[in-house]
T-cell receptor, first 112, second 112 residues
Framework: DQQVKQNSPSLSVQEGRISILNCDYTNSMFDYFLWYKKYPAEGPTFLISISSIKDKNEDGRFTVFLNKSAKHLSLHIVPSQPGDSAVYFCAASFQGAQKLVFGQGTRLTINP | DTAVSQTPKYLVTQMGNDKSIKCEQNLGHDTMYWYKQDSKKFLKIMFSYNNKELIINETVPNRFSPKSPDKAHLNLHINSLELGDSAVYFC???????????FGPGTRLLVL
């Protein structure tokens, strides 16, 4: 039972343009969502998060949008840079669960 | 300074062997986790410890036994290794009540 889904296994974007990564979830109890970035042979690195009481959170070039009614969140990266090339994981949690449920990741490639 | 470290980084072993993976965090966190990333790239929680006590056990075979000698360490011992145990194992840590987890670099286990 896959509660968090990232339906695009890969995405290719030109440098300087906007990258949009999508994530859907099925469990309405989730109230906290995170994005992690992973380079090859390294562990996931926390990028940005959002609580379900918000619909947007911004940190520099990264913005996460949450649409609770659609059970959908997205990560926007603008402008995209070559160093953004990595696998991005969406994760979800709910209060008291003390665990993260991950999507299967989207490989983002930024082309010069 | 490495926040969450794991040893070894790579582990190649024969079926039927017993092996251990070690994890240490210097972030002062009280909660630690083991995740498994399988061949399909899903990151799934296996165990969670809070202050040396097991709080999450996600239906993992008994061959896997976590041990937490103190808050800063969480080791994973695997008995009678099987081919299907081949995966990348990630350790993570956080403080109880917080959602953001910090991951180690992973241990790549290959069972032949």
């Amino acid at each position: 039972d896959q509660q968090v889904k990232q339906n695009s296994p890969s995405l290719s974007v030109q440098e300087g343009r906007i990258s949009i990564l999508n994530c859907d979830y099925t469990n309405s109890m989730f109230d906290y969502f995170l994005w992690y970035k992973k380079y090859p042979a390294e562990g996931p690195t926390f990028l940005i998060s959002i609580s379900s009481i918000k619909d947007k959170n911004e940190d520099g070039r990264f913005t996460v949008f949450l649409n609770k009614s659609a059970k959908h969140l997205s990560l926007h990266i603008v402008p995209s840079q070559p160093g953004d090339s990595a696998v991005y994981f969406c994760a979800a949690s709910f209060q008291g669960a003390q665990k993260l449920v991950f999507g299967q990741g989207t490989r983002l490639t930024i082309n010069p | 300074d490495t926040a969450v470290s794991q040893t070894p980084k790579y582990l190649v072993t024969q079926m039927g062997n017993d092996k251990s993976i070690k994890c240490e965090q210097n972030l002062g966190h009280d909660t630690m986790y083991w995740y498994k990333q399988d061949s399909k790239k899903f990151l799934k929680i296996m165990f969670s410890y809070n202050n040396k006590e097991l709080i999450i056990n996600e239906t993992v075979p008994n061959r896997f036994s976590p041990k937490s000698p103190d808050k800063a360490h969480l080791n994973l011992h695997i008995n009678s290794l099987e081919l299907g145990d081949s995966a990348v194992y990630f350790c993570a840590s956080t403080n109880h009540g917080e959602e953001t987890q910090y991951f180690g670099p992973g241990t790549r286990l290959l069972v032949l």
